[in-house]
Structures are given as structure tokens and as C-alpha cells.
């Protein structure tokens, strides 16, 4: 959970409150679930699971993986069910809880949320460098967690919907590993400390994270609306380091994670099928800070050989 480059965020402030410009008009801009234009293709699953293995198999870490073709149902997966530690990829599950919420009623996007000097943690964002007393919404929280990974948003948002109910949330999709601990940086607030101690932020496995967002895709995470709305969010995240590296641009909905020993990410494709990817690695022996690290480059290269065995980037629509 370093910092990191992160796309370019306009902060307009005004006594204690806070303009988050071009967020606000992103968040209300999706409009139903993504479709594709182009059609399906017929991917050779069997010869992308030899490819993605052999890469893996070159990697000095543990990798395990989950690719969905959500056309035609198709699963490979290697370690699918083995945890790993998320990093920050576990704030999708949080992303998720926070628009249950809102659907249920009990939170709105527009509820604001004061900005403290004892809530700003290090790491990525940019809200631990703003002054004390600004406010933000429930949607601009959720926004920056998502886009720029800001740590101290997330816990913001944590510390309204609680960390129990991100577990109840995932419970009911089935998705029984997918857990977070603890607020970020701050350990002391974990709800579950030998698995924090363990894992960290928080832990899922290839295959519930996968499926997390195959429901997403479908419209069943909390709702059609909704889970429009939490695509469009992800499809604003500037990391292009791991999966999407060599992807030449490909339309994405993704989360990604970082710490010294782990790198992970899941995304939506829109390729000429709809496909969810789900990379994670633990206990690499790379631990370097660089863009050209060894499990990022893994990654990547996983990334291109999914795109391929999918056709490769589709031509984009034509201009009306």
C-alpha cells in the first residue's frame, strides 16, 4: 500500500469543504450494465491455461489465478481456491458493501463525511494532505478508494459501514474467504488479528474474487443499477502496471494491490467477450519498488496472453 502514480485529481476547496471536480459528474454518467458491440469469439481455453501456467511456473513466487469467459460460462483457474493476501484489492468488497447499503437505504452516497486529522493514514491517496475539517461525501470516499486507492477514504468508509458488515455482505454472495481485517494502517482496529497478522489488509481467493466480479457483471453483486454504477467507478482506475500493461488500451473495470511481497489484480475485459482475470501473487521474492519488478511483469504478461486467446482488442465503435 505505497504510494504510487495516480491519475490526475483537480481539488477545489472552499472552508471546509471539498469539490472533488470531474468525480461527481463520472459517478452519474453510467447508465445500465455494460454490453459488447462486436461478437463472441471462441477462446482455446485449454491452450491459454498451458500459457498462463508456464509463465507462472517461471515466476519466483506463488501465483494463482481465475479467468471467466462470461459468454460462454468457461472457467480455468490455477490455485483458485488457495488464499492469498489481497492488498488493496479488498476494497472492491468494500465498494460493494457500501452501494448494499445505500440500495437498502440505510446510507446515501450524498451523506457527508468530516475529514480529521487523526483519520489520515500514509500510503496512496491524496486525502492525508488535505486540511483538517474538509468534507466529502459517502460517493467521493468511494470514488478515491477505488481510482487512486486512497487509504485514508477507505477507512473513512469503514468506519461508517463497519468492517463486520463487509463479511456479512460477502457471506451472502457465497464468497466465505473474502475478508477485511482491519482499517488500513491501522492494525489495532482488526476485527479477526491472527488472519491480519497473516494477510493483512485483508484475504480472498482467485475464485471468489472472480466470481465477485462476474456478479458485478451480471447485475447480482447488489443490484443492476448499482453494480453499473461500481463498473464505471472501476473503469476510472489509473493503475496500468500489472494486468493491463500490455493490453493496448483494452476497456477495463479493475482493482489492484500492492505491498512488498504481493502484487494482485481482477478485472472485466470488454474484449470481444465479456472476461473476468483474477492474478495474485504472495511471497515474492522481488520485492523491488520499480515499474519493471518481477511480479508485475508476470502479471503483465498474463494480462497480454488473456487478451490474445481472446482476439485481442476489439476495433473500436464507430463515431456516431
Not at 21 to 30: E, K, R, V
Not at 159 to 186: N, Y
Not at 223 to 237: K, R, T, V, W
Not at 263 to 291: F, G, H, P, S
Request: a neutral charge; proline letters at 4%.
Amino acid at each position: 500500500m505505497r504510494v504510487r502514480r495516480s491519475p490526475l485529481i483537480r481539488l477545489v476547496g472552499t472552508g471546509a469543504s471539498l469539490t472533488l471536480a470531474g468525480i461527481g459528474a463520472c459517478a452519474a454518467s453510467s447508465g445500465g450494465l455494460k454490453t459488447r458491440t462486436v461478437e463472441p469469439v471462441h477462446a482455446d481455453t485449454a491452450a491459454l491455461r498451458k500459457k498462463l501456467d508456464s509463465i507462472a511456473d517461471a515466476h519466483h513466487g506463488i501465483v494463482g489465478y481465475t479467468v471467466i469467459d462470461l459468454e460462454s460460462g468457461a472457467r480455468i483457474s490455477r490455485r483458485g481456491d488457495e488464499t492469498f493476501p489481497t492488498a488493496s484489492l479488498i476494497k472492491v468488497a468494500i465498494l460493494v458493501t457500501v452501494y448494499d447499503l445505500v440500495a437498502k437505504g440505510e446510507l446515501s452516497l450524498d451523506d457527508p463525511i468530516t475529514l480529521l486529522k487523526i483519520d489520515q493514514v500514509p500510503g496512496s491517496g491524496v486525502l492525508q494532505f488535505l486540511h483538517n475539517g474538509t468534507i466529502i461525501t459517502v460517493r467521493d470516499a468511494a470514488w478515491l478508494m477505488s481510482i487512486i486507492s486512497d487509504n485514508t477514504a477507505t477507512n473513512l468508509l469503514l468506519d461508517r459501514i463497519i468492517i463486520r458488515r463487509v463479511w456479512a455482505k460477502m457471506d451472502s454472495l457465497g464468497l466465505t474467504h473474502t475478508r477485511v481485517h482491519s482499517k488500513s494502517f491501522l492494525r489495532i482496529s482488526s476485527v479477526a488479528m491472527d488472519s491480519s497478522a497473516k494477510y493483512g489488509l485483508g484475504v480472498t481467493t482467485p475464485n471468489e474474487m472472480a466470481h465477485l466480479f462476474e456478479l458485478m457483471a451480471q447485475g447480482k453483486a447488489v443490484n443492476p443499477a448499482a453494480d453499473s454504477a461500481m463498473l464505471d467507478i472501476l473503469e476510472h482506475n489509473g493503475q496500468d502496471m500489472m494486468l493491463q500493461r500490455y493490453a493496448g488500451g483494452a476497456r477495463a473495470a479493475h482493482k489492484d494491490g500492492e505491498t512488498d511481497q504481493v502484487r494482485t489484480e481482477c478485472t472485466l475485459w470488454y474484449l470481444r467477450n465479456r472476461v473476468v482475470a483474477c492474478v495474485m501473487t504472495k511471497e515474492n521474492q522481488d520485492q523491488r519498488w520499480i515499474v519493471d519488478n518481477e511480479p508485475q511483469l508476470t502479471m503483465a504478461n498474463m494480462g497480454l496472453a488473456i487478451i490474445n486467446a481472446f482476439g485481442g482488442v476489439p476495433p473500436a465503435p464507430p463515431s456516431p
